[in-house]
């Protein structure tokens, strides 16, 4: 669900992230409307506009996150620490909130001041890497999701991890998590094609979601809450309500 004023930023291994215009007349040809905006030394694997729509911040198999002016392409800040390849970030959920929190093949949780480039909280209680990180709604925590078929907690005023969602029958890696509305459930999807929901308070799952035929690489729930959308190695789009949790299409 992205907004619908923002231009799209594909990303791949050609190391660019690029920026597509959402509206363009059909004639156009949409290849020169391409403009690239971020440029790292190796795979870019996540990356997210920040608050203003005129910056995006990036992450890379390069071991870095770096942040980018939209405009004119330049590099404002440059965020190292990570020890491998960072393969996911997320943006605090304030609008004045300055910090992401990026994971990555070092199985570490990295909290980044925006603003100073440096590295204000690091978690490492993962086993195995870290495929995806979401910030709580209040933005007081977030969550992680990793190879090593756990999914985590970890409340940043605490600064430590709090819960931990797993079950021995889970085998296969966490590829995607996030948050419903509420915070009160968080929904995971796994390399064995299904996706679980996980009571956030009572560390205990709630249900668990069949469909996809590959794994499920992506989900997201969307901006009101009532839904969403999973995306899978099986080329195909799922989306579905989020109370109660069954697909809609």
């Known amino acids: 669900w992205p907004r619908p004023h923002v231009p799209l930023e594909p990303i791949?291994?050609?190391?660019?992230c690029s920026v597509y215009p959402l509206t363009f007349d059909k004639?156009?040809?949409?290849?020169?409307?391409k403009k690239s905006v971020a440029m790292h030394t190796n795979y870019l694997s996540a990356c997210s506009?920040?608050?203003?729509?005129?910056?995006i911040l990036t992450a890379s198999g390069d071991g870095t996150c770096a942040l980018w002016d939209?405009?004119?392409?330049?590099?404002?800040?440059?965020f190292h620490g990570h020890g491998a390849d960072v393969l996911c970030l997320d943006l605090a959920p304030s609008e004045t909130g300055n910090t992401f929190v990026s994971g990555g093949c070092d199985k570490k949780a990295m909290v980044w001041d925006m603003r100073s480039g440096q590295c204000v909280q690091?978690?490492?209680?993962?086993?195995?890497?870290?495929n995806s990180v979401r910030y709580y709604p209040s933005g007081d925590a977030f969550a992680s999701g990793?190879?090593?078929?756990?999914?985590?907690l970890y409340d940043l005023r605490a600064d430590r991890e709090?819960?931990?969602?797993s079950k021995e029958s889970i085998i296969f890696g966490a590829s995607s998590v996030d948050f419903s509305l509420s915070g009160r459930l968080l929904f995971a999807g796994y390399n064995d094609y299904t996706i679980n929901v996980w009571d956030v308070l009572k560390g205990s799952r709630v249900s668990i979601l069949f469909g996809h035929e590959n794994r499920v690489s992506t989900l997201?729930?969307?901006?009101?809450?009532t839904a969403f959308c999973s995306g899978s190695w099986d080329h195909t789009l799922r989306v579905r309500s989020s109370r109660p949790a069954w697909a809609i299409w």
């Open 12 to 16: 791949g291994l050609d190391n660019k």
């Open 27 to 33: 004639n156009e040809n949409m290849a020169a409307k």
């Open 49 to 55: 506009f920040t608050n203003s729509d005129m910056q």
């Open 70 to 78: 939209v405009e004119s392409g330049q590099l404002l800040q440059s």
């Open 122 to 130: 690091a978690f490492e209680t993962h086993e195995s890497d870290i």
């Open 146 to 152: 990793s190879d090593d078929a756990t999914c985590r």
């Open 162 to 165: 709090v819960a931990i969602y």
């Open 220 to 225: 997201r729930v969307s901006p009101d809450g």
